[in-house]
């Protein structure tokens, strides 16, 4: 399958490398201030107009389920199965 994830199981990463495009802050952490512009200090950096307090945010994803979920069933599949539920609730009845 897929490579060692972080705890030992077998499947993909969902880890990766921070993109500072994609992480922008809505609020300042410290005064919750929403006048927010890039700062030049890192690629990450933030500086907040109202409290004037740099700070930097990562994304680095997330680490991978304990347990990883049963795969979706197709769309013909689901409705099959719930088309026969409904039958058999009906004749139940």
Known sequence: MGAKGSRGRLGLSLRRAPNPNRNHPLYCPYCAGEVLFPDEQTEFAWLCADCTRVFEVKYHGQ?????RPA????TSQAL???LEKHKRGESQQ
């Open 63 to 67: 680490d991978d389920p304990v347990h």
């Open 71 to 74: 795969p979706a069933k197709s």
């Open 80 to 82: 099959k199965e719930s």
